[in-house]
């Protein structure tokens, strides 16, 4: 029997999930324990804007389990879920900013855009469904 080393594990599949996605150096795992599960927020950082948005959540038995259900979102997203593109500023600039996202809807969209901020922070000019490719 093989003893796995849930960190080396861990750090595998962190490191498959950023390869997948190109964005190497720019992604937080960000782990919370809730109600004995372990919630995985996967953040994105945009460097242009330096600003953070939340990528997707997955919710497992452990730390583990969610990147596994993590690795798998990542890997057919595109296929599930809708493309938005939501133009925004910053409270303190004036300049306008465009971001994307994957999302079932709308408000999930917005969600993501909102994740971890006070939503007086950013000013939301315009929400759009793209078109399927």
Request: proline content about 1%; aromatic content about 12%; glycine content about 4%.
């Amino acid at each position: 029997m093989q003893i796995v080393d849930i960190h080396i594990e861990a750090a595998r599949i962190q490191q498959e999930i950023e390869e997948y996605l190109g964005i190497e150096g720019n992604l937080i795992f960000d782990y919370i324990t809730e109600a004995g599960k372990v919630k995985l927020n996967l953040i994105t950082v945009n460097k242009r804007h330096a600003q953070s948005f939340l990528f997707h959540s997955e919710v497992g038995i452990d730390k583990i389990d969610a990147l596994k259900k993590m690795l798998e979102y990542v890997q057919t997203y595109k296929e599930k879920e809708n493309s938005y593109t939501i133009q925004w500023t910053a409270k303190d600039s004036k300049e306008l900013q465009t971001s994307y996202f994957r999302a079932r809807n709308i408000y999930e969209a917005l969600d993501k855009l909102y994740y971890g901020r006070d939503m007086n922070a950013i000013t939301v000019f315009s929400v759009v469904l793209n078109p399927v490719a």
